[in-house]
């Protein structure tokens, strides 16, 4: 272990000489009801018990700041808590449904919301699909120049197409398509596989009834031979209210709050579109947390490496937290495991909100009591946490300094390590 270095350091010349040690000495104050390093006998304590003491204060530091991380998503002290956060709803998505909500905005801008959607139509396209033809019989489109019109919406384009002598139906209707899609008139064409075998000209329009569109025969038979003008779904606007009012447009996409907010109309019927606190944001994280923490009380009751007290500490923090949320869903049981009722928690949101939010997240809240205890923790020397940390080395005079404490290697991948 004489090799071990900290940051290009050996841990004796950084316990006695860094800037550290300079500001708050050699001596520590350990977290409130945990008393201080226990001297033992360093001839009795092995390199294999110093990496043990190690990996144990790294798995211990990892629990606590995953625990610390949950509870900063519900403090209110975090510009970005839940408690900020606002989410989009729908009552019945099978009519009007949630799109895209921007969350990145602040409740100014985005206020909270109610509208009532009342869909009688939504805008469809029209659909043709032409005759179902044998792909390797000969064209049904008479050989030469075809000519035809396409009108759609207002404007009405001139088309045509070439078939050549002994050309199939599958080459035909792949020609006929491209003279199609090359006007650029918003109707799509392509050539489909249908029953047994057979294909077919399939045109889809834009949606809205404006978008009509119809087809017809100059010169040739190629609308008649492939069956293109056979509409099997009419063009159609939609049609709804909103609070009361009528709207009517060619598509599906409605635009609310400044664009904040898209709803898509999806179906006849009714439905209610809310923007508000986000409960069930709230929700998850409660449940993230109550995992992280038990996560943490299962690690101090598995390591015998850390001092009792810890443990001790952190149950009473787990007591008293399952006390005071009680009324909220949160529940403790024999093995100091908690649990949360979420149904109970989402009530209590949906009733009293500003409650459920000092509790969780206020002054003196849940989540501050836990980043105190972690903050504690952090601040001081890895010896403080052990029930026997090395007495002798360079492992001693690096653990009993401050140097040791996680707050204080930002960035370090591991919080302590060896050689």
């Not at 002598?165 to 109707?187: C, M, R």
Request: hydrophobic share 35%.
């Amino acid at each position: 272990m004489s090799d071990a270095i900290y940051f290009g350091v050996d841990p004796a010349t950084w316990y006695t000489s860094s800037l550290l040690d300079a500001a708050f000495g050699t001596s520590f104050s350990s977290p409130a009801g945990i008393t201080g390093p226990t001297a033992t006998d360093s001839s009795a304590q092995t390199y294999t018990d110093v990496n043990a003491q190690l990996s144990a204060l790294n798995g211990f530091y990892q629990q606590a700041y995953d625990v610390s991380a949950q509870a900063g998503q519900l403090a209110t002290g975090n510009p970005d808590s839940v408690f900020y956060q606002q989410a989009a709803t729908s009552s019945n998505p099978g009519a009007a449904a949630i799109d895209y909500f921007d969350t990145n905005n602040s409740t100014g801008q985005v206020p909270n919301s109610t509208f009532n959607f009342d869909v009688t139509q939504i805008a469809q396209a029209q659909t043709n699909m032409g005759a179902a033809l044998d792909p390797n019989a000969a064209a049904a489109i008479n050989p030469g120049d075809n000519q035809f019109t396409l009108t759609a919406g207002s404007d009405t384009y001139n088309l045509a197409v070439t078939v050549n002598p002994g050309d199939t139906n599958q080459t035909a209707l792949e020609s006929l398509a491209q003279a199609i899609n090359d006007a650029n008139s918003g109707v799509q064409a392509s050539v489909v596989s249908g029953a047994n075998g057979a294909i077919q000209l399939q045109l889809q329009g834009q949606t809205g009834s404006s978008n009509a569109f119809s087809l017809s025969d100059t010169s040739g038979n190629a609308v008649a031979g492939s069956g293109a003008a056979n509409t099997t779904q009419t063009a159609a606007s939609a049609s709804y209210t909103m609070n009361g009012a009528a709207y009517t447009q060619d598509n599906n996409a409605v635009f609310l709050l400044n664009g904040h907010l898209q709803v898509d109309l999806t179906g006849p019927g009714q439905s209610t579109v809310t923007v508000g606190p986000d409960t069930q944001g709230v929700v998850n994280a409660a449940s993230s947390l109550i995992d992280a923490m038990n996560g943490l009380t299962s690690y101090l009751t598995s390591d015998q490496l850390l001092k009792s007290d810890l443990a001790s500490q952190w149950n009473g923090l787990v007591a008293d937290a399952a006390s005071s949320l009680s009324q909220y869903g949160v529940s403790l049981d024999a093995n100091s495991q908690l649990s949360l009722d979420t149904t109970a928690l989402t009530s209590a949101l949906q009733s009293n909100p500003f409650a459920v939010q000092e509790a969780l997240g206020g002054i003196n809240s849940l989540a501050t009591n836990l980043q105190s205890f972690v903050n504690a923790i952090t601040s001081s020397p890895g010896a403080s946490l052990l029930e026997s940390p090395p007495s002798s080395g360079y492992e001693a005079a690096y653990l009993r300094s401050f140097s040791s404490a996680p707050s204080f290697r930002i960035g370090s991948s591991t919080f302590f390590r060896s050689a």
